[in-house]
């Protein structure tokens, strides 16, 4: 069996599509899923109870992404155990390419490689992406796919999930690089932020993320990825690129001066981007 711990905060609009892809499907019982809601005001636990038994649909009160995954862990008893947004999609397929890839034990943790949908998304997010997708970062699915696996081994690193900001960075980093492993043939498709403003919004609170877990956990640091300056330098060499690079940049030191001011201030509210919870009209794509 493969558990499944999907943390969900008001998404009704967007849940079905993610629960979809594991039910009724013919790995459907191989496939344990566990909702977690918390803090919703809308109908997202009536949405996800439609699935039938195959989705186990618990509600709490407290609205946080860490607690609700620790709820789910507290429910899920079997491994390997899948840790994915509620927002994306990936196939059943790719859950049990996840798993198998486990199972040889030589990696405690893997992830799909993200695809980013951008449909309704502006031209500068566009421009955005298409040097993003360029970078190294763009290569590491713990913090950039919405989903992450463990194997039990890779699940004892730590114990329950604080409270931080950035749950994917925070485990991503109980692991060397060679315990960790994104998945190039194993997508799951992510819908980013449509517009700037939102996207400097969603990168704000990525490095508030990024602060905090230095802060409070430096000795995870020693298993930091590649950082994307050396390519960046490089990339400017091509003048062909130099507007994109340009949206690349104005949007992050904009987002990380953000996330610098208002990490100071206590009980920030970091907002989500809605924009991308959206449904497009049929037949829409990137």
Same mark, same amino acid.
């Given at each position: 069996?493969?558990?499944?711990?999907?943390?969900?905060?008001?998404?009704?609009?967007?849940?079905?599509?993610?629960?979809?892809?594991?039910?009724?499907?013919?790995?459907?019982?191989?496939?344990?899923?566990?909702?977690?809601?918390?803090?919703?005001?809308?109908?997202?636990?009536?949405?996800?109870?439609?699935?039938?038994?195959?989705?186990?649909?618990?509600?709490?009160?407290?609205?946080?992404?860490?607690?609700?995954?620790?709820?789910?862990?507290?429910?899920?008893?079997?491994?390997?155990?899948?840790?994915?947004?509620?927002?994306?999609?990936?196939?059943?397929?790719?859950?049990?390419?996840?798993?198998?890839?486990?199972?040889?034990?030589?990696?405690?943790?893997?992830?799909?490689?993200?695809?980013?949908?951008?449909?309704?998304?502006?031209?500068?997010?566009?421009?955005?992406?298409?040097?993003?997708?360029?970078?190294?970062?763009?290569?590491?699915?713990? %913090?950039?796919?919405?989903?992450?696996?463990?194997?039990?081994?890779?699940?004892?690193?730590? %114990?329950?999930?604080?409270?931080?900001?950035?749950?994917?960075?925070?485990?991503?980093?109980?692991?060397?690089?060679?315990?960790?492993?994104?998945?190039?043939?194993?997508?799951?498709?992510?819908?980013?932020?449509?517009?700037?403003?939102?996207?400097?919004?969603?990168?704000?609170?990525?490095?508030?993320?990024?602060?905090?877990?230095?802060?409070?956990?430096?000795?995870?640091?020693?298993?930091?990825?590649?950082?994307?300056?050396?390519?960046?330098?490089?990339?400017?060499?091509?003048?062909?690129?130099?507007?994109?690079?340009?949206?690349?940049?104005?949007?992050?030191?904009?987002?990380?001066?953000?996330?610098?001011?208002?990490?100071?201030?206590? %009980?920030?509210?970091?907002?989500?981007?809605?924009?991308?919870?959206?449904?497009?009209?049929? %037949?829409?794509?990137?």
């Amino acid at each position: 069996m493969i558990s499944i711990v999907v943390p969900a905060h008001n998404e009704s609009s967007v849940i079905a599509r993610t629960l979809s892809q594991w039910v009724s499907t013919p790995a459907s019982d191989e496939i344990g899923v566990v909702v977690v809601c918390n803090g919703c005001t809308d109908d997202t636990a009536n949405v996800a109870r439609c699935f039938g038994s195959t989705v186990h649909v618990i509600e709490t009160d407290i609205a946080g992404k860490t607690d609700a995954l620790n709820v789910g862990d507290q429910i899920s008893a079997a491994f390997p155990r899948i840790y994915a947004d509620a927002d994306i999609v990936i196939t059943a397929d790719a859950i049990r390419a996840l798993a198998k890839r486990l199972e040889q034990g030589d990696v405690l943790a893997v992830a799909p490689t993200a695809d980013i949908n951008l449909a309704g998304c502006s031209l500068l997010v566009r421009k955005y992406y298409a040097i993003r997708l360029l970078l190294p970062s763009s290569r590491e699915g713990i %913090g950039g796919s919405g989903v992450y696996a463990l194997s039990e081994a890779g699940r004892r690193r730590f %114990g329950q999930f604080p409270d931080v900001i950035a749950d994917d960075i925070y485990v991503r980093l109980h692991f060397k690089a060679e315990e960790r492993e994104t998945l190039t043939s194993v997508k799951a498709m992510v819908f980013p932020a449509r517009t700037i403003p939102k996207l400097i919004s969603v990168r704000s609170r990525a490095y508030a993320g990024i602060f905090e877990i230095a802060r409070r956990f430096p000795d995870l640091s020693v298993n930091r990825s590649e950082t994307n300056d050396r390519t960046l330098m490089q990339l400017f060499r091509d003048f062909r690129l130099w507007p994109g690079l340009l949206i690349y940049c104005y949007v992050n030191i904009l987002a990380r001066f953000r996330a610098v001011i208002l990490s100071g201030v206590k %009980g920030a509210v970091w907002q989500r981007d809605d924009t991308s919870r959206r449904t497009l009209p049929a %037949g829409s794509h990137s």
